[in-house]
């Protein structure tokens, strides 16, 4: 099995809903605390090409947690998913600007904005172009490092 076809798999597969906040704390501090390298990929951007140092990682999930309850303004979470929340290896997060149905229901599947895996990712094809005010976050993002 390729790797695209193995990443592709694991995307596909069962993952936990993080429907309450104090979850993605305990999520971003899990990712935190890992040992593992982490890949973090805005679907629609170039590929990553190596992991994040902690520090990168620490503040890349600290963004993405600002831009998340900014932009996200409910009491609930629910637009996070992890392949196992004790011991994740595999993290989708969707934009809350462009949510549609991420379980397909309306038969349009929209991949998520954002993945965080401990496997280099592969490219997610999405025909949606990224909104600018994204492209602008994710460039910001890495112009602080």
Not at 11 to 40: C, H, N, V
Request: charged share 25%.
């Amino acid at each position: 099995m390729t790797e695209e076809v193995s990443f592709q798999l694991r995307l596909d597969g069962r993952f936990e809903g993080i429907m309450r906040w104090p979850q993605l704390d305990e999520l971003w501090q899990t990712l935190k605390q890992s040992r593992a390298g982490w890949y973090f990929y805005q679907v629609g951007s170039p590929m990553p090409t190596q992991a994040l140092s902690k520090d990168e990682l620490a503040s890349s999930l600290q963004e993405l947690d600002a831009l998340l309850h900014q932009e996200h303004d409910y009491d609930y979470c629910g637009i996070v998913y992890v392949d196992h929340a004790q011991a994740p290896t595999l993290v989708k997060v969707y934009d809350p600007n462009n949510l549609g149905s991420s379980c397909g229901s309306s038969g349009v599947r929209l991949p998520p904005r954002w993945i965080i895996s401990q496997q280099k990712p592969t490219e997610i094809i999405d025909d949606a172009p990224t909104p600018n005010n994204r492209k602008r976050w994710w460039n910001g993002l890495f112009r602080l490092r």
